[in-house]
């Protein structure tokens, strides 16, 4: 093998790393873009677990003020807006559930169009009066924490479960999680 030879051979081998390393840096670089894609895709809509539990929380702090141990959040674009703890028996008012009470308060202090994609945690699968309203004011996700079958076992339930009210809607477009810190719910009941 003579020199010019030898060099040949590196130039090869110069040129077959080279299309090795694009043909690298080319997967590389479609993996990232497709987890970057992913990342935004799945973050934007989807709120995460974390989230969920974080605003659960303050809802369980209010039901723990409440006349009954309910309480609601209302958060829109990531931030709690206005809450709600059962008030039935301070206010002497039947209707002032967690949920109702946080809704009345959000619409004192903004404009009712405000409501809609919302977001409504509470502590307790809303009633049917309280479903009803969500669907009126058009919340675009509910989370709840115990269901009305769970409640039921501490206390009266109309028997109709959130979802079946939300399928009877058909201008309603609203997600429903349920299950979040039910046992933290579900405890503060005697
Ligand atoms: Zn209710």
């Given at each position: 093998?003579?020199?010019?030879?030898?060099?040949?051979?590196?130039?090869?081998?110069?040129?077959?790393?080279?299309?090795?390393?694009?043909?690298?840096?080319?997967?590389?670089?479609?993996?990232?873009?497709?987890?970057?894609?992913?990342?935004?895709?799945?973050?934007?809509?989807?709120?995460?677990?974390?989230d969920?539990?974080?605003?659960?929380?303050?809802?369980?702090?209010?039901?723990?003020?409440?006349?009954?141990?309910?309480g609601?959040?209302?958060?829109?674009?990531?931030?709690?807006?206005?809450?709600?703890?059962?008030?039935?028996?301070t206010?002497?008012?039947?209707?002032?559930?967690?949920e109702?009470?946080?809704?009345?308060?959000?619409?004192?202090?903004?404009?009712?169009?405000?409501?809609?994609?919302?977001?409504?945690?509470?502590?307790?699968?809303?009633?049917?009066?309280?479903?009803?309203?969500?669907?009126?004011?058009?919340?675009?996700?509910?989370?709840?924490?115990?269901?009305?079958?769970?409640l039921?076992?501490?206390?009266?339930?109309?028997?109709?479960?959130?979802?079946?009210?939300?399928?009877?809607?058909?201008?309603?477009?609203?997600?429903?999680?349920?299950?979040?810190?039910?046992?933290?719910?579900?405890?503060?009941?005697?």
């Amino acid at each position: 093998m003579n020199k010019s030879e030898i060099e040949g051979q590196k130039t090869i081998s110069q040129s077959r790393r080279d299309a090795m390393a694009r043909f690298l840096a080319a997967i590389l670089t479609g993996v990232y873009l497709s987890f970057k894609w992913q990342t935004k895709a799945s973050s934007t809509p989807m709120i995460s677990l974390t989230d969920d539990e974080t605003f659960m929380r303050m809802a369980l702090a209010e039901a723990r003020q409440g006349d009954l141990p309910f309480g609601t959040v209302i958060v829109q674009d990531g931030r709690p807006h206005a809450t709600g703890r059962n008030l039935c028996k301070t206010d002497q008012d039947p209707t002032a559930h967690g949920e109702m009470v946080a809704i009345r308060r959000f619409v004192a202090t903004h404009p009712a169009e405000a409501l809609k994609g919302a977001t409504l945690y509470t502590t307790g699968e809303p009633c049917p009066m309280c479903m009803g309203a969500i669907l009126w004011c058009g919340f675009g996700r509910l989370v709840f924490a115990a269901s009305i079958g769970e409640l039921a076992t501490k206390l009266g339930q109309i028997d109709i479960r959130s979802r079946t009210i939300a399928e009877a809607a058909p201008f309603a477009r609203i997600s429903i999680t349920g299950g979040v810190l039910a046992a933290e719910a579900l405890a503060l009941f005697p």
